[in-house]
């Protein structure tokens, strides 16, 4: 989500004219966007933020924005006492406001960017030098084959541990005509993949003026359909919101990628219920046998949360044997991290404690990724890739070229799997 808010920011900078930079040096702007997922990753931004004194310093015309999810928690009052040499904050909520903010600065396409203060000076109050100005196309570094499209904002759950409903707010959908034209503009520039984004994205659902409501399937289906699109993908699915509708459009779909990224946090019951996700551990695995029943090469990704408040050695094994029994080709495990103000919900084990049970989590994980990635060595795979190096199949598998194999970035291509790197599979080009 946060990725795909940065490159929605990044285009509102590039239609006033600005590029986007890997130097800090040659940065006129910088925007930090944040994350408050986990304490980790707010002490990153605040640190990053600390950084960002020296360059305000030898660049005091310079425009810092701080944005997104630590923002809105933090509040602009504490960053800017902070630091006080941050220009503007913008929390989560109100990611659309950074527009108005924005310095204008009409670097007019033709000029090259290191002229652009004297084409500033040149067309203040004088006629433009070029009869109109045309924005120019953003330059981001969001991967040109796969692009993400934002189809709902917040979460209206109550997950115990989770501060994203506290700083994004409660759900809301954009209209399918909406979503659809991104689409098709982002298909225009070059897209073969496209990436369905919300928190709990088949919760989705909209009802126009008429009365009528599209879901998510079907929205599914009419993305599905746009011409020039290779692969559809959606992040990420909650298990309260399967439907049969769904089941139905993934099986006749097969432009949709065949692969579900399914959070499930805790194979315990007990712990499931206290984390207040709405369903069993035998919920979650019937929704994994219909996924693999709608399309038997889906692959099912997942996240773990350890030591999360009362998890019983027990319970922690409960996770563990999930892993094979659901299958999944890979996981990102957590470690628990308290974000909310509930009582009782400080953490039993000590931070050796956690650490020993992510480490014996992400050795299953390991374990049994390595057995997915194997068992697909000599099928034959339709691979998009996203550089001449780099693809991935339909069930996210990576995929190298084997040497001297060059891949041709956004066109599908058969591939032979013949090996296993790390965690990518190998292959070469079949006809
Ligand atoms: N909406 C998604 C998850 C979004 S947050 C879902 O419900 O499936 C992304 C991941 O961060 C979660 O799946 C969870 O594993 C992790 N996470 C969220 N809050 C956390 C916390 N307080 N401590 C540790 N991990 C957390
Ligand atoms: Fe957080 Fe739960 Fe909503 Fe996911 S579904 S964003 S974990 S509250």
């Known amino acids: ?62 425009k810092l924005f701080v944005v997104g999810c630590a923002a809105e928690k933090l509040g602009r009052k504490y960053i800017r006492n902070r630091f006080p040499f941050v220009d503007e904050v913008v929390g989560a909520k109100s990611l659309d406001k950074i527009e108005a903010l924005l310095p204008d600065f009409p670097t007019l396409p033709d000029f090259p960017p290191e002229n652009r203060h004297s084409v500033q000076k040149h067309t203040t109050g ?33 997950c115990s541990y989770c501060i994203v409903p506290a700083v994004r707010g409660e759900a809301s959908y954009l209209a399918p005509e909406e979503i659809l034209a991104e689409a098709e503009a982002k298909i225009a520039e070059g897209a073969k993949e496209l990436i369905l984004l919300g928190q709990t994205v088949n919760s989705y659902r909209y009802e126009g003026k008429d009365g009528a409501a599209v879901s998510f399937p079907a929205l599914l289906k009419m993305a599905a359909a746009l011409p020039g699109l290779a692969r559809l993908r959606f992040m990420s699915p909650h298990p309260l919101f399967f439907t049969d509708e769904f089941f139905r459009v993934f099986r006749e779909n097969p432009r949709i990628g065949r692969y579900i990224h399914l959070p499930v946090q805790s194979g315990s019951d007990r712990i499931l219920k206290a984390m207040r ?33 009362g998890e019983t050695e027990a319970d922690f094994r409960e996770s563990l044997s999930l892993i094979g029994e659901a299958g999944f080709s890979f996981a990102y495990c957590f470690k628990y991290s308290r974000r909310t103000d509930e009582r009782g919900l400080e953490p039993d084990l000590d ?41 991935r199949t339909s069930a996210n598998f990576v995929v190298r070229p084997e040497r001297g194999a060059e891949l041709e970035p956004g066109a599908l291509v058969r591939m032979e799997i013949t090996g296993v790197v790390r965690n990518a599979l190998k292959g070469r080009p079949v006809p």
């Open 1 to 62: 989500m946060n990725e795909a808010d940065s490159e929605r920011i990044g285009r509102s900078f590039a239609a006033r004219g600005f590029e986007l930079t890997d130097s800090l040096k040659a940065a006129d702007a910088v925007v930090i966007n944040t994350c408050t997922v986990r304490q980790r990753a707010e002490d990153k931004a605040i640190s990053q933020i600390g950084r960002l004194r020296k360059w305000k310093l030898a660049r005091p015309d310079g």
């Open 126 to 158: 004088q006629p433009s030098p070029l009869p109109t100005f045309r924005p120019p196309t953003p330059r981001l570094p969001d991967s040109p084959v796969s692009a993400f499209i934002t189809i709902m904002r917040g979460c209206s759950l109550k």
């Open 351 to 391: 931070e050796a404690g956690m650490d020993e049970r992510l480490e014996r989590l992400l050795a299953e994980v390991k374990k049994n990724s390595g057995a997915i990635l194997n068992a697909r060595i000599g099928r034959i795979e339709e691979v998009l890739p996203e550089s001449r190096d780099f693809g």
């Open 277 to 309: 996700r709405g369903y069993t551990r035998a919920r979650y695995l019937d929704i994994v046998a219909k996924i693999r029943e709608a399309a038997p090469d889906a692959a099912v990704s997942t996240d773990f949360i350890v030591g999360y408040p």
